[in-house]
C-alpha cells in the first residue's frame, strides 16, 4: 500500500504575528505567508513549536488554522500543529484542521503528567482515527516533554495515515535507528536546525524549519545541494547558515525569529507573557550575524 | 515585615474525580473532601498535579476552586493551584481564587519554550500583584518543565506575597540550598513523597502530598513524630509507608491515587485521556502494598 | 550468621601529603593520622578519593596502606581503598592490605570501558575470596564511572565478607532504597558530604568524610546529636558546617582539604599533577568559610 | 605555518591480544597488524580505548607500542595512545613513543577527579612540550571521564604540535560547532563510529575506528565515496555497515572485537578482568551482523 507522503524538502514554518495589544493579527500572518510563499518554499505549517501553538486559545489556533490553509490555497502543501494536552481538544483540532481543508496535521504529545508509551499511542491513533487526512508523528522531548523512541515512532508509522516523521531531540543517531527501524524508505524529517546537513545526509526527506522566516534561499539551497548528491556544496551552504542556525535554536524560536523578522522590516508585534522579547544584546548579535547572510 | 505562612503540617492534594461520561463530578470531590478533613489533614490544595490541572478547562478549573474553597469553609486553610502557560490566564485564575475565598495560591512556571530566568520572574510578579493572598512558588521541573534553582527561588522570595516555597525536584540538596541562601526560617515545603523524611530533618515546615487520599494517619504520624524532634520514630514511620510513596510517584499521581482510592472502595471514575488508568499488574502491587499499610 | 561490620560514626579520610619534589610524604601522613586520632573520629581510611588513591604508583600505595595501619595501630578500626581498572590489581592490594594488618578494605569499581553488572559482581567476588577481612562497597559513579544501583548493592552483600555499603552517589533516595531491599539494619555508610544530615536521618551507621581533616568536633557532634536521636540539635549542627561541606566537594577533595590544612597551618605539600592548587579567589572563600567555624 | 597532520581517511585501532594466561600476545600482535596492512587502512593506532590501554601495565604499553611501530615499519603512519591518570606518566609515554618511532601520539585526559580546564590544558601542553611528533586531543567523556567543549579544544589546538582532534562524545554538533570556532580546515577524526556518515558530511579528514578490525572494506568504501562528494553511495554504504557499528559501541569495543575476530577466525586470546567475553546471545547477533556484511 502506497503511503501518503504530501511534503518534501523545505517546509516552512510561520510564527504567529499578534497585535499590539496581544492579539493575533491574521492580516499580518497573510503578509507572512505571502513572504514565504514568494520564497519558494515547498511546504507551509502553521502552528508548530514557533507559531505559539500551546499559548492560543481554541478560538486563535482555528483563526490561524482556516486563514492559513485558505490563504495557501493549495499552492504548496500545509501542515497544520493540532497538538493538545487531552486527547479530546487535539482530536477537536484535527478535525477542525481537516473541514477547512490542511494537508496533513503534526501532533506532538504533550505532556504534564509523564505518559507511558501506551498512553501515547492511543492518543495517536485516536486523533489518526479521527480524520483522513496523513499525521506527521512530532518528537521534541524539549518542549513537549515526552521523548519517543525509534522504536516507538516505527511502531506509529503502522498507524495507517501516521505517515510521516518529524524528529527535533536533535540527535542524528535517532533518525538513522529509524531508517533502520522502518526501513530505507521511512518518511522522516528534520527538525531541529543545527542537524540540517547531517539529517540530509542520513536520508531526510525534508526539512521542517523556522529559518525560512528569516533566510529561505539558503535553507532551499542546502535542499538542491542534497538533492544533487553535492555533499562538498551542501557543506559549504550548510556552514554558511549555521551560525543564524545555532542562534534561532538557543535563544528560542518566537523570540528569535520575531527578532529577525523586525530587523527584516516586517514588524510581528509583540510576544505573549510569559514569552518576551530577545534581550537587547543577543538582538545585536543577530543582527551581525543575518548582515553576513542577507544581501542588502 | 511578618511574612504570612498560612500552612504547616500535611497538606493533602484531592485528585478531581470525574463522572463516568468524564466530566468534573463535584459532589464526588465534596465527598473526597471530607474525607480528607475527617483525617485531619492540616490543608487542602485542589488543583495541583494530583488534580491534574493543566487537563482541566477553564471552566472546569473555576468550578473545582469554588467547590473546594466553600466545602472546606475555613476548617482548614486552603491552597489552589492557579498555573497556565500564559501570565494572563495564570493571573486570571489566581484573582478568581482570592474572589473564592482561598487561603493561598499555588504557581508553577509551565513551559513549552524554556522560559529565561527573567520571563519566570515577571510572570511570578505580574500574578502576585494581582492579589492580596500569598503565593506558594513550585518547583517540579518533571512536570512543569522548568527547574528553579534556589538562587532563584530565593530571588522569588523578595517578592513581597511570595512567601513560601513547594520543592519537588527531588533533591533535599535542593533544599538545604535554599535554607542556606535564604536563612534558617524560610517556608518551604516538601513536594516530593520519596524524601518526606529528608525534607523534614532539612526543616521543612510541612509536606505537600496526595498521600493522605489513601494514607492520611500514617502522613500525620510522621509530622507529629518531626515536630516532636523524635529522629527515631520518624525514620521508623517513613519506612513503613516508603513503597506507597515511591509508588505512587512512580505511577503516577493521577493513575496511582485513583486505583488506591478505588481500591478504598471510593470510586474516583475514570482518568481523562491521554491518561489511562493504573495497569491491572501494578494494581495488584497497590493492593498489595496497601494491605501492609491499612487497618482492616 | 552474624555479619562483621567494625565501622560506626565518623570515619576519617586523610589526604596524603607529599614532599616539596611531589613524592609521598610517610612522616607527614604520620603527623596527620596523630591529629585525626587526636580529634576522637570513630576510623581511619588511607587510599580513598581523597588520599588520591588512583595516582599514586603501586609501591606508593603499598607504603601508604603499611604506614596508616602501623600507625593507627589498633587504636581506631582502618579501611584501607584497595581499587584498581584490572581485578589482578584489585586483589593484589586487597592482599597487602590484609597482610598488614588493615580491619577492613574498601573498593569502588573503576571503569574505562563500562562494566557490565556481572563483570561488576565478579571483580568483588574476586576481591573478597582473596581476603578474610570485610570489604565496603563503594558507589561512586561520579569519579569511579560506575554507578551501582541499590538492588545491585543489595545483590553484593550476598557475597559472605562484603558486609558494608559507602554511598556516595549524591542521591538519599539511593540511601533509602537500599535499606528497603537489604532491611533496616544494612550497613550503610554515607560517602557524600552534602548528604551528612539526611543520610543519618535515613539510618547510616557512619559518615565516610575527608571533612574531619579540617573540622573534626562538628563532625562528631553531628554524630552524637543523632545517635542521641535529637533531630533539632542535629540539623543545627549540619547547616553550621553545610558551607564547608558543600565548597569541599565543588572544589574537589584533594585541592580543598590541602588548602584548607595549609590555612589551618599544616602544609601537606604540593598535589600532583594534573592536579592543581586550589585557585586562589576559591582559598580566600576557604579561608572566609573556616573562619566562622574554628576556634581561634 | 603549515601544522602538520600526518593522518587521513580510515585509521584502524587494533586490541590488544593476550595470551591464553592472560599476558600481552606480541606475536599475534603483529598478525592482527599483517591483517590490517594488507587490508588497505591508511593509519594505524596501538593502544587505544579499543587495545585496553588504561589495563595495561607501563612496561606492557611500552612492548604494545614499540611492537607496532618498528612492525609497521612506516608503510602508514603510526598514531600511539600515551594517557595517564598522572602527567609525569603521560609524559614519560609520549617520550617513548616518539623515541620508538611513532608518527604522532594521541592523548585522552582521564580522570578520577574532575579536572578544571585549567588542569585539562597544562597536562596537555607538558605532554606536548616534551616531544616534538603532533599530538592528536581525544575527547571521549564516557571512557575518560572528562568532556572538552569544542571552545576548549579549539584552545588547545593553539598548542603549536596540538595539531588534531579526535571527537568521541557521539553529537555531530560538537564537530559542526568545533569547526566554527577553529575553522574550515580544522583537522578533526570522527571516533565514534555510529556517527562516521554525519561526521563525514560535517567535514571529518578521518575516521578512528575498531571497526577495520572486522570489515575494513566497508569502511574504506564509505570514506572513498565521501572524498568523491557521492553522498548518495555514501549514504548507502553507511546503513550496509551501521547495525555492526552500533553493535561495537553498545557491547564495548574490547568485547565485540575479540568475539568479531574469533568468529572471522582469528583467535585473539582472553579478555583481561574485570572485562569479561560477550554474553553467548550476543555473539550469536554478531554473528547473525558479520555474516550479512561479508562475503563467505
Known sequence: MARTVPFHGIIAYPITPLTPTGEVDLAKLKSLLDRLLASGVHGIAPLGSAGILPYLSDAEREAVAETTVKHVAGRVPTLV???ALT???AVHHARYA??????AVMLIP???WKLTEDEVFRHYRAVADAITIPVMAYNNPA??????????LARL???????MVKESAGDVGRMQKLVRLAGDDVAFFNGSNPLALAAFAAGARGWCTAAPNLIPQLTLDLYAAVTKGDLTAARSLYYRQMPLLEFLVAGGLPRTV??????AGFDPGPLRPPLMPLPDVERERLRDILRTLLPN
Chains 1, 2, 3, 4 share one sequence.
Do not use: K
Open 87 to 89: 486527547t479530546e481538544r
Open 157 to 163: 508509522l503502522e498507524i495507517p495515515n501516521v505517515t
Open 143 to 152: 518542549t513537549g516533554g515526552v521523548d519517543m523512541r525509534p522504536e516507538f
Open 81 to 83: 500543529g493540532v497538538s
Open 258 to 263: 520575531a527578532a529577525g523578522l523586525e530587523l
Open 98 to 103: 481537516e473541514r477547512v481543508g490542511a494537508t
Open 110 to 112: 504533550m505532556s504534564y
